[in-house]
Each structure stands twice: as structure tokens, then as C-alpha cells.
């Protein structure tokens, strides 16, 4: 069974910038997998940033942005701002009305 | 605004049934397809079930295949899980989303927990 992976957590500056990957245990994510990005802090919703790739949510500011890196999506955040600690987690178009989410990046601003 | 707000959760014992509603509001509900996502205390995010705007095609993931059901009402702007045979494992917040073309979802309502317990 295909997995999807991210990193378990990273750490950014403030102002700086950081990029989170998300793959598959077995082959290359894609366009074709319609990468999304979703954002949770603790106790709140999830909330969108990303889809297909590279869309914004609407209100999601340009400092994120999503695309292919090799054989990966990826999200970048530049800027980084205190409020930007959060879960992030990635979620692939597997076929028919399925999605799988990866098991989320913890990301810490300091 | 797009708004999604869901309702139903509660305490419920093993083996027992539960419905799930989401009232949608803000944007053309017959034109969008929807999800439930789920997350367990403390986990991460899980797909349990999509549906097509007219609710002709429905899908699941395995955990919950043949024990939950999917349903829209689209003159009443509300969707719908209907989960039977409830089990502990079952517990979370129940998150019910509008998507993009391709599923992902893009619009989440607050969620609704539920608690599976004796």
C-alpha cells in the first residue's frame, strides 16, 4: 500500500523561509495527483492554502505557494510569521472519489 | 462566505448509530461535490467519504465501507453520514468539506466530535 510521506516536523526562523515535501513511498507525486496543502493549529479546523498543485485558497496570502520539486509537492512559506505554527498536512487525488492525507508536518517558527 | 456547519455528534455506545448532518450555505450547493474527512484525538487527518453533486456516486474508504453512508439533500443544502455499527476506533471530529474538482478538499467546516464508548 502507497504511502504518503512528509517530514514529522521542521523549524523555521522568523522571517525566513522553509519548504515542506510531501511524496509517496512507491513512485512520484505529480500534477496528476492534484497535490493539496492544508493548514491546522491545535484545536481549530483545518484550512486549505494549496490545491491542484498550485492554486491559493482564496484569502491565503502569496507567501505560500505550492509546486512539484523532483519527485515531490511542495509547499513553500516565505516570510515566515510567528503565526504560521501550525500542522501541515498534504492530501493527494488517489482516483475515483478517493484523497489521502500524509500523516502532517509539525512546524515551529522560532 | 461559504459555510459548513455540522451537527449530530455525541456519546454513543460500540455497535450503536449515528447521523451526521452538514448545512451548507454561501455557494451553489448542487454544484459541488463534498467530503467527510475525520480526525482522531491527537491524529491526523483521514478521507472516510465522497459524494457527486447529484449523489449518484459515492465513495469510502475501507475502515468505514459497508458500516457508513453518504447522502446529500440538495433542496435542503445538507449533507449527510449516517454511521451504523460505531466502534471505538471510530471516534473523532468529523470534518465535512466542499472540494475541488479533483476531491481535495477546499472549504472545511468546525466539525462535530463523536465518542464511541461503553
Known amino acids: 500500500q502507497t504511502v504518503v510521506t512528509q517530514e514529522s516536523s521542521f523549524s523555521v526562523s522568523p522571517g525566513g523561509t522553509v519548504t515542506l515535501t510531501c511524496g509517496l513511498t512507491s513512485g512520484s507525486v505529480s500534477t496528476s495527483y492534484y497535490p493539496g496543502w492544508c493548514q491546522q493549529t491545535p484545536g481549530q479546523a483545518p484550512r486549505t492554502l494549496i490545491y491542484?498543485?498550485?492554486t491559493r485558497s482564496s484569502g491565503v496570502p502569496d507567501r505560500f505557494s505550492g509546486s512539484i520539486l523532483g519527485n515531490k509537492a511542495a509547499l513553500t512559506i516565505t516570510g515566515a510569521q510567528a503565526h504560521d505554527e501550525s500542522d501541515y498536512y498534504c492530501?493527494?487525488?488517489?482516483?475515483?472519489?478517493?484523497?489521502?492525507f500524509g500523516e502532517g508536518t509539525k512546524l515551529t517558527v522560532l | 462566505e461559504v459555510q459548513l456547519v455540522e451537527s449530530g455528534g455525541g456519546l454513543v455506545k460500540p455497535g450503536e448509530s449515528l447521523r451526521l448532518s452538514c448545512a451548507a450555505s454561501?455557494?451553489?450547493?448542487?454544484?459541488?461535490?463534498m467530503n467527510w474527512v475525520r480526525q482522531a484525538p491527537g491524529k491526523g487527518l483521514e478521507w472516510v467519504s465522497s459524494i457527486t453533486t447529484s449523489g449518484s456516486l459515492v465513495y469510502y474508504a475501507d475502515s468505514v465501507k459497508g458500516r457508513f453512508t453518504i447522502s446529500r439533500d440538495n433542496t435542503e443544502n445538507s449533507l449527510y453520514l449516517q454511521m451504523n455499527s460505531l466502534r471505538a476506533e471510530d471516534t473523532a471530529v468529523y470534518y465535512c468539506a466542499r472540494v475541488s474538482g479533483q476531491w481535495v478538499p477546499v472549504n472545511w467546516g468546525q466539525g462535530t466530535l463523536v465518542i464511541v464508548s461503553s
Open positions: 492530501v493527494l487525488f488517489m482516483g475515483g472519489g478517493s484523497v489521502v
Open positions: 491542484s498543485t498550485d
Open positions: 454561501g455557494f451553489n450547493f448542487r454544484s459541488y461535490s
